[in-house]
């Protein structure tokens, strides 16, 4: 009988091995698993029932209550029902007549499994070994109950009993434990693998850490998406890839190989640190890199790289280091909070205004300041900067001294990332000097440097300002021309200098006549104009009180001169035309405050004249000159001459095209007649397609000819022409159509023109210059000379006026204007040309100056077509 139990308790351990190994196999098939445990336990119990032991004929002792017994405990319903149905089969199949009694012990012992299970689950008891024991026992008590039911003697059913007890209980124990080792090991190897797959779902998807691991000899086995973002390689691109091909810059590659030999044959990590890496694109990559040695059990060993990338700290430290070099720059530079307290300024401010950064901070913006700007001027700012969040302009600033001085300031917010306002930074250019050179410019440019008078330019600014307001006010005014008998005679015989006295004097005297509103200028030698406006509307009342300042100022200027050491009498003639509205153009009114000085001046000096109605014949000539000239462009009787323009050793460099109107009947027509009227009446416009139509086909004509295909066409361009809105689309149309080369076209526009919407100026002239037309400011110094405007014009060359060349050896003003506008021409980077040089002391005396191109009398008059390329050709053989 031992034998036979010995036999049943190898079979439940088998089985108990058989269980631990293949439950291993249904991890991710439960109810498979299941079925497969009942399986296996019942046929186990079928192998240890064919051969039993039977102490009666019919009646068999066996394992088979320990095997369902711990199976209901450790399967559950499921495999306690497949192992059922199968021990049941095998007996069916045997046809065995003890069926019934065979399934019921079975039956029990899978019942009490099933409650010792359900006790287990609601923790009420353990699975310790007191506990199985008991288990055990019960079993073994159930299968001596039934056996006590069938026929067997009592001394038989003793000995099998104590046999059961003493075998089976801890034969249960011991199957048990096996299990329950087994499923130990099975729970810890599924914790781990779910570990290890948490892990890896953890590194594959987490963004900011790029994780790559590498076998021994540096073969890429892992790539997470953080490493293809950082690197650009694809997983699919990296594994199976060396680690050195990939990401190591060559000259760090064979570092790298002794490192990871080292790691290997050691254990001992790589240290961590910051290294610079390759992209994909052969990009450095700079990161921060750490290092793992990695042995999983039955694994080859492998090293894990953790790197996070650092461009953005990179980027960030050298925005830094920019934003510090910038704060610490020439300009003065401060930072404010919202409230517009100062937090910060740099060196540049403190040397600037004078505060030390302690005396600086906790201020606000008022500290900049001064009593020359008004409140309302800064509460406009707060405006702006609560509005837009910058602000832009010129301010005047206080020192801690005390110094009132001009800055030009930027104002800028910055931002949070909520939209708040975080800071304001703030900008300080002193512009003291850039003020000064305006000024200068300007006092150069719109007054008599002897008088200090307003010149002729300012004079016409004002005139036109006092006719439109005359026209706007239904008002009247005048305009006195006046000339100083006799003042060449004091220059021939006393000199220039005892006639710049009285010109001092005399313009003394005139400002001394008029009132604040009115103007007095000095246009040049001994000639003034005096504009009287906001005078009656009735035309003889203003009459009467024009003469009565005119007499005023007649006697004035007729009162003794003192000039040294002795008195001189000088004596003036006035002429006086009036306005009303802007019945007349100012070339108009001009000439007939000149025709009545003149007329003043016949009548014998010291006298006033106003404008005689005779003189309309003047006008009435000016208008058959305009039919004439309306005939001229219809019938195109005008020509092109040409004006060499010649370096410093008198080569052609260029020409300018020249306007000439051959009349049948008047003869040559000089611009100066023809020009002004074409602008007043708009026949400019056709006039000035002709003249560009003409020039671009010289242009053609010249670059088949060796020694003039280099040459430069200046042609003039009149305001109203360049006004019209398709000016630029008519210059490249005429370009194209005659095929002339637009790096030979040179357009010269006068200061004027600008004045007026700069920024549709400004965006021609870019339209213009980007298709390689050259543009030249003519008559610079004659308009309204600003730096403001002229630094931001798309110019290549400035020309400097014939009225400054022609007196710039004999009038300081003159010499002075010349001198500023080759310095600025040069500071701006702009070519510069001289016209009107007709003495080569003139052009001794502009070469001095820093300008090396001319053009004047001095080297030609303007040319035919055909005499201006024998010019050039005689110029070049020279």
Not at 348 to 353: E, P, R
Not at 465 to 485: H, Q, V, Y
Not at 858 to 873: D, G, I, N, T
Request: charged content about 20%.
């Amino acid at each position: 009988m031992v034998v036979y139990l010995a036999q049943d308790v190898a079979w439940m351990l088998v089985l108990g091995v058989m269980q631990c190994l293949h439950v291993r196999l249904w991890h991710d098939q439960l109810r498979a698993g299941q079925v497969a445990t009942g399986l296996l336990f019942g046929v186990v119990c079928v192998l240890g029932m064919t051969e039993p032991y039977l102490p009666l004929p019919g009646i068999a002792v066996d394992g088979g209550s320990v095997v369902m017994g711990i199976l209901g405990l450790f399967g559950g319903v499921l495999p306690s029902v497949v192992a059922l149905a199968v021990v049941g089969s095998y007996h069916v199949w045997l046809g065995s007549p003890h069926i019934v009694p065979v399934l019921a012990v079975l039956l029990g012992s899978v019942g009490l499994g099933l409650l010792y299970r359900f006790a287990v689950t609601r923790g009420r008891v353990r699975t310790d070994v007191p506990s199985l024991l008991v288990f055990g026992l019960v079993l073994q008590l159930c299968r001596i109950g039934f056996l006590a039911l069938s026929p067997i003697a009592g001394h038989e059913l003793l000995s099998i009993s104590a046999a059961l007890i003493l075998v089976f209980t801890p034969a249960t124990l011991l199957l048990a434990m096996v299990l329950q080792e087994g499923q130990r090991r099975d729970a810890l190897d599924m914790a781990l693998r779910e570990s290890e797959s948490r892990f890896r779902t953890l590194i594959k998807d987490i963004p900011g850490v790029s994780v790559q691991a590498y076998a021994p000899d540096g073969t890429t086995r892992y790539w997470n998406k953080a490493s293809e973002r950082l690197y650009g390689f694809t997983a699919e691109e990296a594994i199976g890839r060396n680690l050195r091909d990939l990401i190591i810059p060559s000259p760090m590659r064979e570092g790298v190989r002794q490192a990871m030999e080292h790691m290997f044959a050691t254990r001992e990590a790589i240290p961590a640190g910051e290294l610079v890496l390759q992209h994909k694109d052969g990009s450095r990559v700079p990161v921060f890199s750490s290092h793992a040695f990695v042995q999983a059990p039955g694994r080859p060993p492998e090293m894990f790289c953790v790197d996070i990338d650092l461009s953005a700290r990179y980027r960030a430290e050298a925005e830094l280091s920019i934003a510090a070099t910038a704060f610490e720059a020439q300009e003065g530079v401060l930072v404010t909070d919202p409230e517009q307290r100062i937090l910060r300024v740099n060196r540049a401010f403190t040397q600037s205004l004078g505060y030390s950064d302690a005396e600086a901070l906790g201020k606000t913006l008022s500290l900049l300041k001064s009593e020359r700007d008004t409140d309302v001027y800064f509460s406009a700012i707060q405006r702006a900067l609560r509005r837009t969040g910058k602000w832009a302009g010129e301010i005047w600033s206080r020192r801690k001294n005390g110094e009132v001085f001009p800055q030009w300031v930027n104002i800028n917010a910055v931002y949070d990332v909520a939209g708040e306002v975080s800071y304001f930074v703030a900008t300080l250019s002193d512009i003291t000097l850039r003020k000064a050179a305006e000024d200068q410019i300007r006092q150069l440019a719109f007054f008599d440097p002897l008088t200090e008078l307003p010149n002729r330019r300012l004079l016409m600014d004002r005139l036109q300002r006092a006719l439109t307001s005359s026209e706007r006010n239904k008002r009247t005014g005048a305009l006195l021309f006046i000339d100083l008998d006799n003042f060449k005679t004091l220059n021939d015989t006393r000199g220039h200098d005892q006639g710049d006295q009285l010109l001092r004097q005399a313009a003394k005297r005139l400002s001394g006549c008029i009132r604040d509103c009115d103007t007095v200028a000095r246009l040049g030698g001994d000639e003034f104009l005096v504009v009287l406006e906001n005078l009656d509307g009735n035309l003889a009342v203003a009459a009467a009180d024009v003469r009565a300042v005119g007499e005023k100022i007649v006697a004035a200027l007729n009162q003794p001169y003192e000039l040294g050491d002795f008195d001189f009498n000088s004596t003036a003639s006035v002429g006086v035309a009036l306005y009303s509205g802007l019945s007349l153009s100012m070339d108009e009114l001009l000439k007939q405050a000149d025709l009545a000085m003149y007329q003043a001046k016949a009548a014998g000096r010291n006298g006033l004249r106003f404008f005689d109605p005779a003189m309309q014949a003047v006008v009435n000539a000016r208008a058959a000159l305009e039919a004439d000239l309306r005939l001229a462009i219809a019938q195109q009787h005008f020509e092109l001459h040409y004006q060499p323009q010649v370096d410093e050793e008198g080569r052609v460099i260029g020409a300018e095209a020249l306007l000439r109107w051959p009349h049948p009947v008047r003869g040559m027509v000089s611009p100066a007649s023809f020009i002004p009227l074409a602008e007043d009446t708009g026949h400019i416009l056709p006039l000035g397609h002709w003249v560009l139509e003409t020039a671009c086909k010289q242009l053609v004509v010249w670059a088949q000819q060796p020694q003039l295909e280099g040459l430069m066409l200046a042609v003039n361009v009149s305001a109203r022409q360049f006004r019209e809105a398709n000016f630029v689309d008519g210059v490249l149309a005429l370009l194209a159509a005659t095929g002339a080369n637009p790096q030979r076209l040179k357009l010269e526009l006068t200061e004027s023109m600008l004045i007026d919407n700069l920024e549709e100026m400004v965006g021609k002239m870019t339209a213009l210059q980007a298709r390689g037309i050259g543009l030249s400011l003519d008559d610079f110094g004659t308009g309204y000379s600003s730096l403001s405007y002229l630094k931001r014009l798309p110019l290549d060359q400035l020309k400097i006026d014939q009225s400054f060349v022609r007196d710039v050896l004999t009038d300081p003003s003159d010499a002075a204007i010349a001198r500023t506008v080759v310095a600025l021409a040069h500071n701006l980077g702009l070519g510069v040309m001289a016209e009107g040089v007709e003495t080569l002391e003139q052009k001794e005396f502009l070469a001095q100056c820093g300008c090396h191109a001319y053009q004047g009398f001095l080297f030609s008059r303007a040319l035919p077509a055909a005499q201006f390329a024998e010019f050039v050709q005689n110029s070049a053989a020279k």
